[in-house]
């Protein structure tokens, strides 16, 4: 079950239309960080990335990528983004480069043994830049842990805490395959876009950049895995780019720093080093085993509070979103690398608009068109049938719909009606453990607290 309560609403907007070669290109709605908090998000991350890969220090290396990294950070859209953009280089032969929200970029030495020129270069660092200009890692993370991080991110960017600590408690690392970095088709679509826009008016042909993708991607992407396992390889993607550039004003292309050539030769008499096994740093709870959760299920209860309502729940789970209008109660592994939840519940007050009422069947229907917008797989297994939570007036709705952990799970959606909103929880399981859980859930059911 994805945990998007707060954002169903902007999820519901109709999907905007093909973008048309030359349209303006925005960071996307959904955004439940400040650009401070990318810039805060970015920071911490960037220390985690310069403590776990080995930042090569070359003074000549170094001033190069500044240099024609700045170029690029130096273009009007880049500039009107107000981001701090800086870059290091990374002693690893992998092909690749990444950026992390609010400007850090991280530059393999791999990649810069792979160009062929510096405008393929440029073409990767503009590539990169435009991921954090359109803000497309919050915009995902946005999407993957929905509200309950919400208040406590809002109290990290005042400065009481850590944005990546936050995004780690709920199952989002650094490691491969987070969501801050590994971006949809959509995504990479804009960022060629994008960045062939900054290359153009740096005086790079952008050409060169498209050029270089369909290099890595030669020989069924084999020499480019890491780049592509981030950044999948859009369809058509050179006439894209050429569709693009054609809505631009004519310039000359042809800038050179003048300090390629050297680039070369530094790059290549640098110590062999060894793959580092992932593009971002792995925060230091992430295995590579498949994830199982903990269905060990203590009976001692402690309980956890979230806006107005609470709820008590096994003392070998964790809670998180505390103090919020979202509140998470999950064993260990039940919340995902990237924020599902595969075994736990999920608690949400949707509050009232001003002036209106919350309404339990108006507004449970709602909230059911709107999980099934957000888990297209969602199926509604027994339609809502009326029950009570403690002495309050409730509909229960059980639905199916895909598992984190693969196979399908069960997800029992009870509704409250309160003064303050619609307040939702939703029971996860795996459909083998649904049965095991009963007691459990049960018993949890019968300890939440609800306002009037
Ligand atoms: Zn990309």
């Known amino acids: 079950m994805k945990r998007t309560f707060l954002v169903?609403?902007?999820?519901?907007?109709?999907?905007?239309?093909?973008?048309?070669?030359?349209?303006?290109?925005?960071?996307?709605?959904?955004?439940?960080?400040?650009?401070?908090?990318?810039?805060?998000?970015?920071?911490?991350?960037?220390?985690?990335?310069?403590?776990?890969?080995?930042?090569?220090?070359?003074?000549?290396?170094?001033?190069?990528?500044?240099?024609?990294?700045?170029?690029?950070?130096e273009t009007k859209e880049a500039k009107a983004s107000g981001f701090p953009f800086s870059f290091e280089v990374v002693a690893d032969p992998t092909i690749n480069a990444f950026a992390l929200p609010g400007g850090p970029m991280f530059i393999q030495t791999?990649?810069?043994?792979?160009?062929?020129?510096?405008?393929?270069?440029?073409?990767?660092?503009?590539?990169?830049?435009?991921?954090?200009?359109?803000r497309h890692g919050t915009h995902q993370a946005s999407k993957a842990t929905g509200l309950q991080m919400i208040a406590g991110l809002a109290g990290a960017a005042a400065g009481q805490g850590s944005i990546m600590g936050q995004l780690a408690a709920a199952?989002?690392?650094?490691?491969?395959?987070s969501v801050l970095m590994k971006f949809s088709r959509d995504a990479e679509t804009e960022a060629d876009a994008l960045g062939s826009h900054l290359m153009a008016e740096s005086g790079y042909d952008p050409k060169e950049m498209a050029r270089f993708f369909a290099k890595l991607s030669a020989d069924g992407g084999a020499r480019g895995p890491q780049f592509f396992s981030d950044h999948p390889n859009p369809e058509n993607r050179e006439q894209a780019i050429d569709l693009e550039v054609n809505t631009l004003p004519a310039r000359t292309y042809g800038y050179q720093s003048g300090d390629f050539a050297r680039m070369k030769t530094e790059v290549a008499k640098l110590p062999k080093v060894a793959p580092k096994p992932a593009a971002g740093a792995a925060p230091a709870n992430t295995t590579a085993a498949p994830v199982t959760p903990d269905t060990n299920?203590?009976?001692?209860?402690?309980?956890?509070?979230?806006?107005?309502?609470?709820?008590?729940?096994?003392?070998?789970?964790?809670?998180?979103?505390?103090?919020?209008?979202?509140?998470?109660?999950?064993?260990?592994?039940?919340?995902?690398?990237?924020?599902?939840?595969?075994?736990?519940v999920i608690l949400n007050l949707t509050p009232n608009q001003p002036g209106k009422t919350a309404n339990l069947t108006t507004d449970t229907a709602a909230l059911l068109t709107q999980l099934k917008n957000d888990n297209p797989n969602m199926k509604v297994k027994a339609n809502s049938v009326r029950t009570t939570v403690g002495t309050r007036a409730a509909l229960q709705t059980v639905?199916?719909?895909?598992?984190?952990?693969?196979?399908?799970?069960?997800?029992?959606l009870l509704t409250v009606a309160t003064s303050k909103g619609l307040i939702s929880i939703v029971f996860v399981a795996p459909q083998n453990q649904a049965a095991a859980m009963q007691t459990n859930f049960a018993r949890m059911v019968r300890s939440i607290k609800l306002p009037q």
């Open 8 to 73: 169903l609403v902007l999820l519901a907007l109709p999907a905007l239309a093909a973008r048309k070669p030359g349209a303006p290109l925005k960071p996307g709605l959904l955004n439940a960080f400040s650009k401070q908090q990318d810039v805060q998000m970015g920071q911490e991350a960037a220390a985690q990335v310069r403590q776990q890969q080995a930042i090569l220090n070359n003074a000549f290396l170094k001033a190069y990528i500044d240099k024609v990294g700045l170029r690029i950070a």
């Open 110 to 134: 791999g990649l810069l043994a792979a160009v062929d020129n510096e405008a393929q270069l440029a073409g990767v660092i503009g590539h990169e830049l435009s991921h954090v200009i359109l």
């Open 171 to 177: 199952g989002i690392g650094l490691g491969a395959n």
């Open 297 to 344: 299920v203590s009976t001692t209860l402690k309980t956890a509070t979230g806006q107005g309502f609470s709820i008590s729940y096994p003392d070998n789970w964790q809670a998180y979103g505390e103090n919020t209008v979202g509140l998470t109660v999950a064993p260990k592994n039940g919340v995902l690398s990237g924020g599902a939840v595969g075994l736990g």
């Open 399 to 412: 639905l199916t719909s895909n598992s984190p952990y693969g196979g399908e799970e069960q997800d029992t």
